[in-house]
């Protein structure tokens, strides 16, 4: 890449940063009630992601092959029961993402 093309890649990634960050505030201001359909969506779609990532997860396991999906069982179990508990996204995502690389990586 030359020095040019690098200076426009870098500006590009600014820009698009610097869009994604801003934009929010230009098109909601503090001061105006926040659309319906946008409350909606901050509702919907945390369960909306959390269910792609099981089916993503979960679609190629082979239960006839290999360790026959025993640590992708755990630790969706691990997943469920930490959300359950402490109904905190990420702490369930990571439990369960540490438990399954743990359970391949020093036991199957």
Do not use: D
């Not at 600014?14 to 926040?34: C, D, E, N, Q, S």
């Not at 979960?58 to 359950?84: A, M, R, Y």
């Amino acid at each position: 890449m030359t020095l040019r093309q690098e200076i426009i890649t870098i500006a590009m990634v600014v820009l698009g940063t610097m869009i994604t960050r801003f934009l929010p505030f230009l098109l909601f201001p503090a001061g105006k009630p926040t659309p319906k359909y946008i409350q909606y969506l901050g509702q919907v779609l945390p369960g909306a992601v959390f269910a792609l990532l099981v089916v993503y997860s979960l679609k190629s396991v082979n239960l006839l092959t290999g360790s026959h999906g025993i640590p992708e069982l755990i630790s969706l179990c691990l997943v469920v029961g930490l959300h359950l508990w402490k109904r905190q996204m990420l702490l369930s995502i990571a439990g369960g993402t540490i438990c399954y690389m743990l359970l391949v990586q020093l036991v199957f």
